[in-house]
């Protein structure tokens, strides 16, 4: 297995191109499957889960190209078919369960695995199911997969008991073809939903309220290929973000959507750090003196749960106490011990951190649990004293393109080893 080693304490400083967001890439890939043609996917980050997911719509009758130089993915489905998915295939990824809404319009029938629990908490799939059920689906749990069958689905309004970005694009993909006006209620404001949304509308969707949180859906007959590109990544982008910050640095980012990162720039504003925005770009200076911070994670435009981590990585260079709060996920602190082997003081009660932080880090040998806090153990080992070497880096390349060039490209000391004997 690869590991990463660096050498910390490196002032980053430059420009970073962000690239296409993968929580938005992932249900527009498999929506692709709504309508025959060739779809043209651009923007599209090369990543295992973006792999996965291809695997997973090539398993349904798709055929693709990934051209990986240009970012752009072609997609073509003649017809589409349900089956079983290898649990192999769709265990690594929760998002396979996205497939369900376009099964059930084009089809009426999906078998899709339950996914079990993961290492960031339970995520239990209830409100995807409770929402094709009022949509006129039946559902049976059977050998570890879900068994959705719909003779004919129903337009509906649907309430969802708690804000998710999943249900919401899932029900979304299920409610295009249904004749009739389905209202959902509660809807994840996510641009990344958002983002699923629009590319709906420009396959001939009607959708409206994107981006609130009531989104009526009215039914259309049938939906066209398109040419789309995807949003850039915001959670990539709050990363580098940090990155700079913790290495008191001068890093811009460019290709970027500012608003989407609105939380995180104003929590580093109120902490001391010039952040200059434009267009597209954001722009981070050091702090003089920056002060500790109080965060909750909360759905968009709250403080995003996918920030949380490598913000706490941020927080224990920052003199003085800052507290974390994270609502989203019940298990969600798995970096905090690696932290504090890192020399970080962190004491946990219940969902909130409190971060005594100035002592500098040093380097230990640290392990990733998950994607995002993977992204912690990377941004805190690039302030770290010593050389730090990270382990299970599977979970980063999940999420983050190219993460050793454009680190590198910054005046990082990152390398990645390859095998070793972890
Ligand atoms: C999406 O997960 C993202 N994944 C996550 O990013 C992100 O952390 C999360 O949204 C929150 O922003 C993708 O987009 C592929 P939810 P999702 O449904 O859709 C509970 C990353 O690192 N819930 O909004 O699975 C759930 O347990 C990943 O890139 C139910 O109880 O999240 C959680 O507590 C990790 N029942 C809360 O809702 C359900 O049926 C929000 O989850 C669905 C969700």
């Known amino acids: 297995m690869d590991y990463y080693r660096i050498k910390g304490g490196k002032k980053l400083k430059g420009q970073v191109r962000i690239s296409g967001a993968k929580n938005a890439a992932l249900p527009v890939i498999v929506a692709s499957l709504l309508a025959d043609g060739e779809t043209v996917l651009k923007n599209v980050p090369d990543l295992k889960d973006i792999r996965t997911i291809i695997k997973v719509i090539e398993y349904l009758g798709a055929e693709t190209d990934f051209n990986v130089e240009t970012n752009t993915l072609r997609i073509m489905v003649n017809s589409i078919k349900n089956g079983e998915m290898p649990y192999e295939l769709v265990k690594t990824m929760r998002a396979s369960v996205y497939v369900m809404g376009p ?69 979304m993909m299920g409610a295009v073809l249904t004749a009739g006006s389905t209202v959902l209620e509660n809807c994840a404001m996510e641009p990344d939903v958002v983002d699923l949304g629009k590319f709906l509308n420009k396959m001939g969707a009607k959708i409206s309220g994107l981006g609130t949180e009531r989104i009526t859906i009215e039914g259309v007959k049938k939906l066209s290929p398109v040419t789309y590109t995807i949003m850039p990544d915001r959670i990539e982008a709050g990363t580098y973000l940090l990155a700079g910050a913790i290495t008191r640095g001068d890093v811009t980012l460019t290709h970027c959507v500012p608003e989407h990162i609105q939380s995180l720039i104003d929590t580093l504003k109120e902490s001391g750090f010039t952040i200059e925005t434009g267009e597209s770009r954001v722009r981070i200076a050091p ?36 507290v974390i709060i994270e609502t989203i996920f019940e298990n969600r ?22 971060i005594r932080g100035g ?27 010593g050389v730090t ?34």
Not at 302 to 312: I, K, S, V, Y
Request: net charge positive.
């Open 333 to 354: 602190y798995t970096h905090v011990g690696e932290l504090r082997r890192m020399g970080a003081d962190i004491s946990i009660e219940g969902n909130t951190a409190i």
């Open 389 to 422: 070497e990270i382990r299970r880096i599977y979970h980063s390349d999940r999420g983050y393109e190219n993460l050793t060039e454009k680190l590198s490209a910054l005046g990082a000391d990152i390398r990645r080893v390859k095998g070793g004997t972890f």
């Open 287 to 322: 702090a003089k003196k920056p002060a500790g911070f109080m965060i909750k994670t909360l759905p968009y435009p709250g403080f995003p749960t996918d920030l949380q981590a490598p913000l706490m990585a941020l927080a224990t260079t920052i003199q003085g106490i800052s």
């Open 103 to 171: 099964l059930l319009a084009r089809l009426g029938e999906a078998d899709v695995s339950l996914p079990g629990g993961c290492a960031i908490g339970e995520r239990p799939v209830d409100i995807h199911l409770a929402g094709f059920e009022a949509m006129g689906a039946s559902i049976q749990l059977e050998h570890g997969y879900i068994k959705a069958r719909a003779k004919k689905m129903k337009p509906a309004t649907f309430t969802m008991r708690q804000v998710s970005v999943g249900a919401t694009a899932n029900l």
């Open 359 to 385: 002592n500098r880090l040093m380097s230990a040998p640290i392990m990733m649990s998950d994607l995002r806090a993977g992204a912690a153990l990377i941004v805190a080992s690039l302030a770290a004293k």
